[in-house]
């Protein structure tokens, strides 16, 4: 059974779906409608130009676990469309940094930004924070779908019921509409055969396979994955980066923590190397792995190389 937390954010997030949905196109309209406003008959509508909008920014998060700092001061941003490879040595703060973008931790200080909205923070007597709204985390969260190493699935429904869950009971939508729409995403992780299976019986894999399939279903703008393949037996890492690798190529914006630097250099488009807590380097992958500034990424990137 998956962690209370981590179950959770699928639920919570798909909660908010059709309000923010409503919200969403209410806002378009009301823009669209003050655009015109004060305009004469026949006057031409200049299409509105505004700065691009990340994804996904962070700036100055920082993490701290009693006297442990695991994160100090992250700045980046992922825009549309982008594949980041994060790596780094164990210890390093990677997790950490994926669960401080989704607020399964809360970050010490810092602003996470999903889509142009910074998520509202309020300071406690304590110095530590905690989410302003509640009902904004939720709905941010459902934009980000999370995979994790342990697959997370629930045990007691079966494959098709694991996907199907969060988008019928919480996001209230059509069920028919939702059943065809999973049985397409398990086509596409290659395990349509597998929809009335409980996940003890299929592989590992396949269950990992299940998992990028649901949170897919969820409709999310970012995917995040935390070493999608690091609890898997050799011969079935492949099976899960190639469904990885199939969605970077239709442009889905990931976030991907990974030890497997052959696939990090192959798919992404940029790579950040995590230190300790900081990013040392950030760039395209031929640069961080041919060409290192770094000298501790140059030394990471070498142990891997022996291991
Ligand atoms: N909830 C927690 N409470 C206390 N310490 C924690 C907690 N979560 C993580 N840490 C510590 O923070 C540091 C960073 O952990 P994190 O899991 O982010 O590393 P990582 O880069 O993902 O490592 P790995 O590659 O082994 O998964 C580690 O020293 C870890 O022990
Ligand atoms: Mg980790």
Redesign the pocket.
């Known amino acids: 059974m998956p962690p209370l937390a981590e179950r959770c954010i699928t639920i919570a997030a798909a909660r908010m779906h059709n309000r923010w949905a409503s919200a969403s196109r209410n806002f378009r309209g009301l823009a669209a409608k003050s655009a015109c406003r004060g305009r004469g008959r026949g006057a031409t509508l200049a299409p509105m130009k505004s700065p691009p909008v990340s994804a996904i920014s962070v700036k100055g998060l920082t993490k701290r676990?009693?006297a442990?700092d695991?994160l100090r001061g992250i700045d980046f941003a992922a825009a549309d469309g982008e594949v980041i490879a994060i790596i780094?040595?164990?210890?390093?703060?990677?997790?950490?940094?994926l669960r401080c973008i989704n607020l399964l931790?809360i970050p010490d200080a810092g602003e996470v930004i999903i889509g142009g909205e910074t998520i509202g923070m309020t300071r406690l007597r304590d110095g530590s924070q905690r989410p302003a709204d509640r009902a904004q985390v939720d709905r941010m969260r459902q934009s980000l779908g999370m995979v994790f190493q342990s697959f997370n699935l629930w045990s007691h429904l079966t494959v098709l019921e694991n996907v199907t869950e969060a988008p019928v009971h919480v996001q209230k939508r059509p069920k028919a509409e939702v059943t065809q729409e999973a049985r397409a995403l398990l086509a596409k992780v290659g395990i349509a055969e597998k929809a009335d299976q409980y996940p003890a019986q299929i592989s590992g894999g396949q269950q990992q396979r299940a998992a990028i399939a649901r949170a897919l279903a969820m409709r999310p703008r970012v995917m995040l994955f935390d070493?999608p393949t690091s609890a898997l037996d050799p011969e079935l890492v492949g099976e899960v980066l190639r469904v990885i690798r199939a969605l970077a190529e239709e442009g889905r914006t990931m976030l991907l923590?990974t030890?497997e630097m052959g696939f990090a250099r192959e798919v992404a488009n940029r790579v950040i190397f995590?230190h300790h807590g900081v990013i040392e380097e950030d760039g395209p992958p031929d640069q961080v792995f041919g060409h290192p500034k770094s000298e501790r990424c140059r030394q990471f990137l070498s142990s891997q190389l022996r291991a």
Not at 88 to 97: N, V
Request: charged share 15%.
């Open positions: 676990f009693g442990l695991v780094g040595s164990s210890g390093s703060g990677k997790s950490t940094l931790e070493e923590v030890h995590l």
